[in-house]
């Protein structure tokens, strides 16, 4: 009995990776170190650049030159910024709470790296490979863990995340962390709702929730961007972005109102390590949207088996989609200026949590409409107009219930 | 040691901790971040015995929603201080917590000294274990096939717990007489208002340039004078 379920739950936690599935030995424990030091570094990396290509292109776009001293066109930089912090005076508040305030930027960082741990970088998905690589003559997937849970491990560290930006803040024992990370946590749990919803599309076209799986179901240029009809997406990159806390939805550490947000009473290491974090979320993030909308690492090998059919190209098309998610980042933190507060709200609750759900029940009508052999042109009509009539009576609610609010805040006005 | 045994061991003392965290630290916050902990702990737990679907559930659900809820309020109700103990909000209530704790005990030890490996030693109940299928696909299985019934009572009650709450939350005031308010939105108020002041401004500012001009003039005269 204790071996069979042994076995069980190994077969289970590796879900298909083949790397776990047979005798673990030495050589499978060293496949693994590899993936988890190279994925580590090349985060920590990615990191680096990110931060000096931000600081680059916005520079650019607002006729700067940006960081240009440390090492070719300024490089080094980000490094030179992380020596500084890790060498100034760690500061903390006479009113803070002490345990607390050291755990919450390791609650931040971790949740941000363990993210990356499901996402397929390399490994061929045509030719019937489905992403399987060999290293060390032992077969696995080009992704640190392949879990059965997949891509909910990505919704569980996301909703993880939220801990250190909140107990940063209320540890520090001071209001205006306080209100950042109350907006913070109120933000980001209104738009984990719409994220969700917009995922549950992507997993009723994949069939699965592991990430290879769901990459290798879009080989070919299935795509699910437009698999789903491209409302998915969307949401799911606006959802995203709030989720990150990035411009336009930045209200968490908007400085005109609340000084620096969450981190305004950190320093030094401390202070970097809510720095690293965020940066961290947005490669995440922005591998995380290519892995469930672009196809991951997909893409024409042009029939090439070795490796730079299975590790060159492949990584290079992911580079290629990864790029283009950060430049968008990066575009909307130059451009798009913050939202106010009750827009956010307004957005992520009226707006972005209907429409996922709404398109979500009219992917599922067509999908059951297709299995059942009906009419899909007569289902989907059905279902747009099942949907319309459920927007109109919400819109209708939305109207009454703001009317009402009118009515009873405007004597207080003096009209 | 076996790592399955190792694991346990581990994950078993962290959920003590966090569970005896929670019963005595004083500070809110501080019992709130041990229940995370415990949950974390039990998310383990479910891993080691397969079931991988609860133990994302157990995170995302308990972890990441519930108690971050709960730190929500205590931040907000500003409850985040040690609480005095002294005495009793209700009388009786420690020697009745009491009681019920150790019945509960009591009870659980019962269980599991009586009826032996039949309350632990199973790996799964319902959701066959073979590995050949994940979880997630078992369970939607027997939820939309064996318990859909059961499923949709359930979501159904949750619906009336979300409407009831609002329900009893919102406050009875006095009946709002829609008549006595100018219709419109609050921006085409706001919007009327700022004219109308415009207006008045501009009237103000035409008095004040009126009155002006002499002065004006008197000014440009003393000036020429000197």
Redo the contacts between chains.
């Keep these: 009995m204790t071996s069979t379920l042994q076995s069980h739950v190994i077969a289970g936690m590796l879900a298909n990776d083949p790397l776990l599935s047979g005798e673990v030995g030495l050589t499978t424990l060293l496949v693994v170190l590899i993936k988890v030091v190279v994925a580590f570094v090349g985060l920590l990396l990615s990191v680096i650049l990110m931060v000096w290509f931000e600081r680059k292109v916005i520079a650019d776009m607002q006729n700067r030159f940006g960081p240009n001293r440390a090492g070719p066109f300024g490089l080094f930089q980000t490094i030179a910024d992380g020596m500084k912090l890790i060498f100034k005076e760690d500061l903390m508040p006479a009113r803070a709470d002490p345990f607390v305030f050291k755990l919450a930027p390791f609650l931040s960082l971790i949740p941000a790296f363990l993210t990356f741990a499901i996402v397929p970088i390399a490994g061929s998905f045509n030719d019937g490979l489905d992403g399987v690589v060999t290293i060390l003559g032992q077969q696995t997937f080009m992704q640190v863990a392949d879990p059965q849970i997949g891509i909910l491990l990505f919704l569980a560290m996301s909703s993880l995340a939220i801990y250190g930006i909140m107990l940063a803040g209320w540890a520090s024992g001071s209001k205006y962390p306080l209100l950042g990370s109350v907006r913070a946590t109120a933000q980001m749990v209104s738009y984990e709702a719409a994220l969700g919803l917009a995922l549950a599309s992507v997993l009723l076209i994949a069939g699965s929730l592991s990430t290879n799986a769901i990459v290798n179901g879009q080989a070919g240029f299935r795509w699910n961007v437009w698999m789903t009809g491209l409302v998915p997406f969307v949401i799911f990159t606006i959802a995203a972005t709030a989720e990150l806390n990035r411009p336009p939805f930045d209200l968490v550490e908007a400085e005109q109102e609340l000084v620096g947000g969450f981190h305004t009473e950190y320093s030094s290491f401390r202070f970097a390590m809510f720095f690293l974090a965020e940066f961290l979320n947005t490669v995440t993030m922005s591998a995380i949207i290519v892995t469930l909308f672009f196809g991951g690492p997909s893409g024409p090998t042009f029939g090439l088996t070795n490796w730079v059919g299975v590790y060159i190209l492949p990584f290079f098309w992911f580079f290629l989609k990864l790029l283009v998610f950060l430049c968008m980042f990066v575009l909307f933190r130059a451009t798009l200026p913050r939202f106010r507060y009750d827009q956010v709200m307004d957005l992520g609750w009226k707006l972005l949590i209907p429409a996922s759900l709404g398109w979500f029940l009219l992917l599922v009508a067509v999908r059951v409409g297709s299995d059942q052999g009906w009419n899909l042109v007569a289902t989907g009509l059905a279902a747009v107009a099942g949907l319309l009539a459920g927007a109109f009576l919400l819109i209708l609610s939305i109207r009454a219930s703001a009317a009402k609010r009118e009515a009873v805040s405007l004597p207080g006005e003096g009209t | 040691m076996r790592v399955?045994m190792f694991t346990f061991l581990l994950t078993a003392a962290i959920c003590l901790a966090g569970s005896a965290g929670v019963v005595l630290l004083r500070?809110p916050?501080?019992n709130a971040?041990s229940l995370?902990a415990t949950l974390f702990g039990v998310a383990v737990l479910f891993?080691?015995?397969?079931a991988?679907?609860l133990?994302?559930?157990q995170?995302?659900v308990y972890?990441?929603?519930i108690v971050?809820?709960f730190?929500?309020v205590i931040?907000?109700l500003g409850v985040?201080k040690a609480e005095g103990l002294d005495r009793d909000p209700i009388l009786g209530q420690r020697p009745a917590a009491i009681a019920a704790g150790v019945a509960i005990l009591g009870l659980s030890l019962t269980a599991l000294l009586s009826v032996g490996s039949r309350v632990t030693g199973q790996?799964s109940t319902l959701a066959a274990?073979?590995?050949s299928e994940?979880?997630?696909n078992a369970l939607a299985k027997v939820l939309f096939t064996d318990y859909v019934f059961a499923f949709e009572i359930t979501s159904v009650l949750l619906t009336v717990a979300v409407v009831g709450a609002v329900v009893l939350s919102r406050k009875a005031?006095p009946a709002?007489d829609?008549a006595e308010?100018?219709e419109g939105?609050?921006a085409d108020?706001l919007q009327a208002?700022y004219d109308a002041a415009a207006v008045e401004q501009e009237v103000l500012e035409e008095v004040a340039t009126e009155d002006e001009t002499p002065e004006g003039e008197a000014e440009t005269t003393e000036e020429a004078l000197r």
């Design positions: 399955e500070n916050v501080h971040l995370v891993i080691q015995q397969g991988y679907f133990a994302a559930i995170v995302i972890a990441g929603a971050i809820l730190l929500f931040m907000l985040d790996a274990i073979d590995g994940p979880n997630i005031g709002i829609v308010f100018p939105t609050t108020l208002k």
